[in-house]
Nanobody, 123 residues
């Protein structure tokens, strides 16, 4: 089982950038595809981005494609998401998780969620 801790959130103006980090504990981190999800106030949690275990393939929600970049460092047991050109619509709590592809949808592979990190984008 992985334990995950997200960090790097904060308040940023529209057009700005943030980089979120997710530190994982557990020796099996490198065997998992990892992903980021977000939940805006009053909305369901949604998929943001995913990266395969070796970092060679990445996947993005249409809403963030071209603005967000997911990456990982297996030596550090950490997955990142670089978020550029942020808009108020990106305001949400961001979560990382081990992920799996389920019928064309990326889902949390292990079921548990971390505490998340809040990103607030002001207009």
């Amino acid at each position: 089982q992985l334990q995950l801790k997200e960090s790097g959130g904060g308040l940023v103006q529209a057009g700005g950038s943030l980089r979120l980090s997710c530190a994982a504990s557990g020796r099996t981190f490198s065997s998992f595809a990892m992903g980021w999800f977000r939940q805006a106030p009053g909305k369901d949690r949604e998929f943001v981005a995913a990266i395969l275990w070796n970092g060679y393939s990445t996947y993005y929600a249409d809403a963030v494609k071209g603005r967000f970049t997911i990456s990982r460092d297996n030596a550090k047991n950490t997955v990142y998401v670089q978020m550029n050109s942020l808009t108020p619509e990106d305001t949400a709590v961001y979560y990382c998780a081990a992920v799996k592809l389920n019928g064309g949808t990326w889902d949390n592979a292990l079921g548990a969620w971390g505490q998340g990190t809040l990103v607030t984008v002001s207009s």
